[in-house]
């Protein structure tokens, strides 16, 4: 399992122990009522009875806490069961102390909102039910609340501090905690939007690669027919015509760089990262990129910058990656094929590579799109789009990324920045 698809589960025991320190809050709460109830207000209340449920509602909180330490995700019942916990030790707890006209009654909204916040519509239903049927109870079923003393003036504005104090408390609780169970649960359907996409481009990419092999092979045929007939035709007109000899020696060089290419994509298909390369310094696989690129374009004109600490460190030359920067080139030399600039800089960790061309530059719809779906920098005849495509998704296998930008004085660059975390080889096989 992925780091991506385990993050949604952990996301779900962060709410749980939100639930779980929202309710060592309330208890903390009805324990300093409870207090104040018997050393300042010194009422005539069924303190022990009231002790051993705040107790045993502590003891419960404590496991359910030590459990998630085991536990790599949780279900929606059990947040259910955990809410309808603390409904029913508020309703003891109410049944204690007054029933109905106890102000922390309000808490049952409290436990309402929790479950609005984190549970599906079926599961909201039975909690409210179990709340309103729980406080309907309490009004005919209670022990009653003792009173201070028999002046009315005096009841009343207990009620009314008692009032004001559950009001601060629950609407406290409800700001603090609840919202954040809210926002946590928008960002898990984000990374949850996030994963399925990263799915569905996986599987475009997988049929591509099907794609992208099934036409190497439908190729290797017609290429081999063509190297033989320049072969035949460079033995009969090569003597007599030396120019036509040395286009045609062109023209084999070329069918060579391509029939390698298919037999590069075809081994590579489906091989493990430390078979589809070998090993050689971050330098030395770019030169060796630029050098192959060089044969395919040989017409391009191109700056090269290599800068980094040395010496360089070690890497397998990966093959796929290898294709996805030679498309990157291969755009900058469509766009200006007589000034294209490449800088590299890289350290033990990381490499950034920019390819810059002084072409018509990028439009804010293409920067937008890189990476979502198969698009085109270029005129409609010149390129079907799947080169950057294909790109964005190697480098995002290797945990990278790219972006395009526009330059001054016109153009476009491609900048790609690589960790090397997967590709460094380790000092053992170096030494």
């Not at 599961?123 to 729980?134: D, F, G, K, L, Q």
């Not at 406080?135 to 008692?162: A, E, K, M, W």
């Not at 599987?203 to 591509?208: D, G, K, Y």
């Amino acid at each position: 399992m992925t780091a991506a698809e385990q993050r949604p589960s952990s996301l779900s025991i962060l709410n749980m122990r939100r639930v779980l320190l929202l309710r060592m809050v309330v208890i903390a709460g009805w324990t300093e009522a409870l207090l104040v109830s018997l050393f300042i207000l010194k009422l005539d209340l069924k303190y022990w009875p009231i002790s051993a449920v705040i107790l045993l509602w502590l003891i419960a909180t404590l496991w359910s806490w030590r459990r998630l330490a085991t536990r790599r995700e949780l279900s929606e019942q059990e947040f259910f069961r955990q809410i309808m916990l603390d409904v029913m030790m508020l309703a003891i707890l109410l049944y204690l102390t007054g029933g109905s006209s106890n102000l922390l009654t309000l808490l049952f909204l409290l436990s309402l909102t929790v479950a609005a916040a984190v549970l599906s519509s079926y599961y909201i239903w039975m909690v409210a039910a179990s709340t309103m049927v729980s406080y309907s109870v309490l009004l005919f079923v209670h022990i009653p609340f003792p009173l201070v003393n028999r002046t009315h003036q005096n009841d009343f504005g207990i009620h009314i501090i008692g009032m004001w104090w559950g009001f601060i408390l629950s609407a406290t609780l409800i700001a603090s905690f609840v919202v954040r169970m809210g926002r946590t649960l928008r960002e898990q359907e984000h990374m949850l939007a996030t994963v399925r996409e990263q799915k569905l481009r996986d599987e475009r990419l997988v049929a591509l690669g099907a794609l992208a092999v099934g036409t190497a092979h439908e190729l290797g045929t017609p290429l081999a027919t063509i190297a033989v007939l320049a072969s035949e035709m460079e033995r009969e007109y090569g003597d007599s015509s030396p120019e036509i000899g040395k286009q045609l020696a062109l023209l084999k060089t070329q069918v060579s760089r391509c029939k390698q290419a298919l037999a590069n994509l075809s081994a590579s298909a489906g091989q493990s990262q430390a078979e589809s390369g070998y090993g050689m310094s971050v330098e030395e696989y770019l030169q060796h990129i630029l050098s192959q690129w060089q044969l395919m374009r040989p017409t391009a004109r191109i700056q090269v910058q290599l800068e980094g600490v040395r010496p360089a460190p070690l890497v397998i030359a990966e093959q796929t990656l290898m294709q996805a920067i030679i498309s990157i080139l291969n755009n900058a030399a469509d766009a200006s094929p007589l000034q294209i600039e490449v800088t590299a800089r890289w350290d033990a960790t990381q490499l950034l590579l920019e390819v810059c061309d002084r072409g018509e530059g990028i439009t804010p719809a293409v920067t937008a799109a890189v990476g979502k779906r198969v698009f085109s920098t270029k005129a409609f005849n010149q390129g079907l789009g799947l080169g950057l495509y294909l790109a964005y998704g190697v480098i995002s296998r290797f945990e990278g990324d790219i972006r395009l930008f526009n330059r001054e004085g016109g153009g476009a660059c491609t900048q790609l920045s690589l960790p090397l975390a997967q590709l460094l080889i380790n000092q053992e096989l170096r030494e």
